[in-house]
């Protein structure tokens, strides 16, 4: 096996380089899910905002 | 057929990635992406490149080279115990010594890939790593490049994506100018940074790219100035967004965007190729680069089919965290805006 990946380095730069790749799409995946989950926290709060903003504006 | 495969790359990439519009999430952009750029990265570095004897000969001007070179499967003929005759598929032939492990092996006991040894008086060449079997699949050898080539797959899709990161600013700022949605300052100030970040991908692997092919990392060449340029331009953008106070301010900002975005037009596309350069199409070269010449020879189809898919996975990559950062500076704007104002109440 070693043998085989010595005589064929580009094969070790490929398996390297999935490995890096594969941290940063697992990265990016769960940055992806961290903001779907602010958001829901921001449409939950944002009905509480206008409601009180509705309370204490002068207008109404 | 190489600017139907580019064509169709991303046409593919603007569909997923845009279809939907940019700030709506969607998964298929993501697994697409990840699909993608993993499917590129096997075939831009899986394949061996595979020359010829003209290749190894070209190479070898006074120094041992190792190439792989296909021979077809009556490409060698025992001469005597150790002394074969090897004939490539172009058809050119050499008498050669086998070795491996730098040992003679017996010409009967042919292994699929072996070392030839020829004379070194009577050929230039004397370390070829020969492929007696065809693989599947294979990148041509390129003379003074050899495996250096396979850049094209990262460094090129990098420096687009970077460019198209810079149009689709523009873009959004010229659209913020007129409508003044947060929506498109957010994806205008979300595709600048991460222009910045590919460019600087782009740039980092030319470097070392051209360390091991030029001898420095740094050569002062035409397009390595003008990219440098660039990104002082967008750094420039980046303090000015800083800074900002105010929705006039932003449209400040947006103008800026836009005029540094017809400047990376001019310093991309038009500087480097009117001036002389050690990149490929400078206004020394042949042609106008192997990406772009309408040229059949100078782009193999193999290389210009992964190099479609990595241009539409970077794409797509570019789309996806365009999607998430614009969001995020949505997201960040609000809570902000909400956090000052409980505040101040």
Not at chain 2, 61 to 81: A, E, F
Not at chain 2, 142 to 165: D, S
Request: net charge positive; aromatic share 12%.
């Amino acid at each position: 096996m070693i043998e085989y990946l010595s005589d064929h380095p580009h094969l070790v730069v490929l398996v390297v380089t999935i490995v890096i790749w594969s941290g940063i799409a697992l990265y990016l995946w769960r940055l992806g899910r961290r903001i779907v989950e602010l958001e829901k926290i921001a449409t939950q709060r944002r009905p509480s905002d206008s409601s009180s903003r509705s309370a204490s504006s002068p207008s109404t | 057929m190489k600017y139907a495969f580019y064509v169709a790359g991303l046409a593919v990439a603007i569909i997923v990635g845009w279809g939907k519009g940019i700030l709506r999430p969607t998964r298929w952009r993501a697994l697409l992406a990840i699909i993608l750029i993993a499917v590129g990265i096997i075939g831009g570095l899986y394949p061996p490149i595979v020359g010829t004897f003209q290749d190894a000969i070209v190479e070898s001007r006074g120094k041992p080279v190792s190439i792989n070179v296909l021979l077809p499967p009556n490409g060698i003929m025992p001469l005597s115990d150790s002394v074969i005759w090897c004939r490539d598929i172009s058809g050119s032939t050499v008498k050669a010594r086998m070795v491996k492990n730098n040992k003679t092996v017996m010409a009967q006991s042919i292994p699929q890939k072996l070392l030839i040894h020829t004379s070194p008086i009577t050929h230039d060449f004397f370390d070829i790593s020969s492929v007696t079997h065809a693989p599947w699949i294979m990148l041509p050898y390129i003379p003074g490049l050899g495996e250096r080539a396979r850049i094209l797959f990262f460094h090129v899709p990098a420096a687009w994506t970077g460019f198209l990161a810079y149009v689709i600013t523009m873009l959004y700022s010229l659209r913020y100018l007129r409508t003044s949605r947060e929506e498109d300052d957010a994806v205008a100030v979300a595709s600048a940074s991460i222009g910045t970040l590919f460019t600087i991908l782009a740039y980092i692997s030319g470097a070392i790219w051209a360390k091991f092919n030029w001898g420095h990392f740094f050569n002062w060449d035409t397009r390595e100035l003008s990219v440098l340029l660039l990104l002082a331009i967008y750094i420039a953008y980046f303090v000015l967004r800083a800074n900002i106070r105010s929705d006039a301010q932003k449209r400040v900002a947006a103008t800026y965007a836009i005029v540094a975005a017809v400047a990376a037009l001019f310093l991309i596309f038009i500087v480097p190729r009117i001036t002389t350069s050690l990149h490929p199409g400078s206004r020394d070269d042949t042609n106008i680069g192997p990406i772009l010449s309408p040229e059949q020879d100078t782009l193999d189809t193999t290389k210009a089919a992964i190099f479609s898919i990595m241009l539409a996975g970077f794409t797509l990559l570019y789309s996806w965290m365009l999607n998430f950062v614009a969001r995020y500076r949505l997201i960040a704007n609000y809570f902000q805006h909400s956090h000052s104002k409980t505040y101040h109440d």
